[in-house]
């Protein structure tokens, strides 16, 4: 005779959880979510306290769409074995979704807890926490998932909008405080550069000098409009009021020295970039503007000095100035009568030229694909 419950009834049991598990795994792998729940909710019943049953269970009520019913069993697994990883995960997805959002930036605090190297975790906890109106909270929680998984672009897009709240709540604060404070009128210039609205940004900027004509930086960032402008006279007249302020700016110098190259003035080009090296010798764009203002001057040779500092140790950097020293070489060492340097160093500019033009090639690809019209045609 059977006694019920004895080992007999057991091993039955047993197999048949182990069976009804195997069919909710082989549904999940499938996309049949529904038959998925059905064989769980049979594993459940067979073995009550067996928490990754009631993850799987739960993430198929999730697939769903069945929020309250994943809830319930995530709830259940998280209650069985509360170091297990991915229950908390899914269950503040699920709060998060419901509109609880201390509920869920409970659960994701959790999981990042049980599991600190999950990206999406820390994701999922400052989205929670945005949709909480924490964006300085959020921002945290985006920076470290951004650390552990650089260029995801969806934690990358979250993370700009956490940044851009915290920005807009300083600002405001900023404006309460003092609403004719100079930082308001800096801050509302840059917000002008951001939207491209340069002469707005110029007033502002202007308006911010009035008030701290000797503040370090500000005759700069106005330089830096008027460049973007092309107002190059203006520009290296802003950038020389700066460097009267602060003489030890070297953005400030090279901008100079750029700016004076743009308008035909090599000798105090080469003098300032001179300095700049002076001080950062390593300062590869400064060596490739130095050499630009030499061959200008007819040094050949020492402009050829420059763009190979320009391009040594350059590796797997790739960069408009890393290109043009090796354009600049090619036709230097021409007229230098070195045509063996001259053709090496038209390959090399030729080789990462093509490199840049599929990775822009790939870039349109790209985004032709996200647009609304690709989209449509692709369905």
């Given at each position: 005779?059977?006694?019920?419950?004895?080992?007999?009834?057991?091993?039955?049991?047993?197999?048949?959880?182990e069976?009804?598990?195997?069919?909710?795994?082989?549904?999940?792998?499938?996309?049949?979510?529904n038959?998925?729940?059905?064989?769980?909710?049979?594993?459940?019943?067979?073995a009550?306290?067996?928490?990754?049953a009631?993850?799987?269970?739960?993430?198929?009520?999730?697939?769903?769409?069945?929020?309250?019913?994943?809830?319930?069993?995530?709830?259940?697994?998280?209650?069985?074995?509360?170091?297990?990883?991915?229950?908390?995960?899914?269950?503040?997805?699920?709060?998060?979704?419901?509109?609880?959002y201390?509920?869920?930036?409970?659960?994701l605090?959790r999981?990042?807890?049980?599991?600190?190297?999950?990206?999406?975790?820390?994701?999922?906890?400052g989205?929670?926490?945005?949709?909480?109106?924490?964006?300085?909270?959020?921002?945290t929680?985006?920076?470290?998932?951004?650390?552990?998984?650089?260029s995801?672009?969806?934690?990358?897009?979250?993370?700009?909008?956490a940044?851009?709240?915290?920005?807009?709540?300083?600002?405001?604060?900023?404006?309460?405080?003092?609403?004719?404070?100079?930082?308001?009128?800096?801050?509302?210039?840059?917000?002008?550069?951001e939207?491209?609205r340069?002469?707005?940004a110029?007033?502002?900027?202007?308006?911010?000098?009035?008030?701290?004509?000797?503040?370090?930086?500000?005759h700069?960032e106005?330089?830096?409009?008027?460049?973007?402008?092309?107002?190059?006279?203006?520009?290296?007249?802003?950038f020389?009021?700066?460097?009267?302020?602060?003489?030890?700016?070297?953005?400030?110098?090279?901008?100079?020295?750029v700016?004076?190259?743009?308008?035909?003035?090599?000798?105090?080009?080469?003098?300032?970039?001179?300095e700049?090296?002076?001080?950062?010798?390593?300062y590869?764009?400064?060596?490739?503007?130095?050499?630009?203002?030499?061959?200008?001057?007819?040094?050949?040779?020492?402009?050829?000095?420059s763009?190979?500092?320009?391009?040594?140790?350059?590796?797997?950097?790739?960069?408009d100035?890393?290109?043009q020293?090796?354009?600049?070489?090619?036709?230097?060492?021409?007229?230098?009568?070195?045509?063996?340097?001259?053709?090496?160093?038209?390959?090399?500019?030729?080789?990462?030229?093509?490199?840049?033009?599929?990775?822009q090639?790939?870039?349109?690809?790209?985004k032709?694909?996200?647009?609304?019209?690709?989209?449509?045609a692709?369905?």
């Amino acid at each position: 005779m059977v006694i019920l419950g004895g080992p007999s009834f057991l091993a039955a049991q047993d197999a048949q959880f182990e069976k009804s598990f195997h069919q909710g795994v082989e549904a999940m792998r499938n996309g049949q979510w529904n038959e998925a729940a059905a064989a769980f909710t049979a594993a459940t019943k067979l073995a009550p306290k067996s928490a990754q049953a009631y993850f799987n269970l739960g993430l198929a009520e999730f697939q769903q769409g069945h929020l309250g019913d994943s809830i319930k069993a995530l709830d259940r697994a998280v209650t069985l074995e509360p170091l297990l990883r991915g229950p908390n995960l899914f269950l503040g997805i699920a709060r998060y979704r419901e509109d609880d959002y201390p509920a869920a930036i409970a659960a994701l605090t959790r999981e990042t807890q049980i599991d600190p190297q999950n990206a999406k975790a820390f994701m999922w906890l400052g989205v929670a926490e945005l949709g909480a109106g924490d964006p300085s909270s959020a921002s945290t929680a985006l920076d470290k998932a951004d650390q552990l998984s650089p260029s995801d672009v969806d934690i990358l897009y979250h993370r700009g909008r956490a940044h851009m709240l915290v920005s807009k709540e300083s600002y405001e604060e900023m404006y309460q405080a003092d609403p004719n404070s100079w930082r308001v009128h800096q801050a509302l210039a840059q917000s002008y550069v951001e939207a491209d609205r340069l002469e707005d940004a110029v007033t502002e900027c202007q308006v911010a000098l009035r008030q701290r004509p000797m503040e370090p930086g500000l005759h700069e960032e106005l330089g830096d409009i008027y460049w973007k402008q092309n107002q190059l006279e203006k520009a290296e007249s802003a950038f020389g009021d700066e460097l009267k302020i602060d003489g030890e700016s070297l953005s400030a110098r090279y901008k100079l020295a750029v700016v004076s190259l743009e308008r035909a003035k090599p000798e105090t080009a080469e003098s300032l970039l001179g300095e700049v090296l002076h001080r950062a010798p390593n300062y590869r764009d400064a060596h490739y503007q130095m050499g630009r203002a030499q061959a200008q001057l007819g040094q050949v040779d020492a402009a050829i000095k420059s763009f190979n500092a320009a391009v040594a140790d350059a590796g797997q950097v790739d960069s408009d100035s890393l290109r043009q020293s090796y354009y600049q070489l090619a036709q230097l060492y021409r007229r230098a009568q070195q045509p063996e340097q001259s053709r090496q160093a038209l390959d090399s500019f030729m080789r990462l030229k093509q490199q840049a033009d599929a990775v822009q090639a790939q870039r349109l690809a790209d985004k032709m694909k996200r647009t609304p019209e690709a989209q449509e045609a692709s369905q």
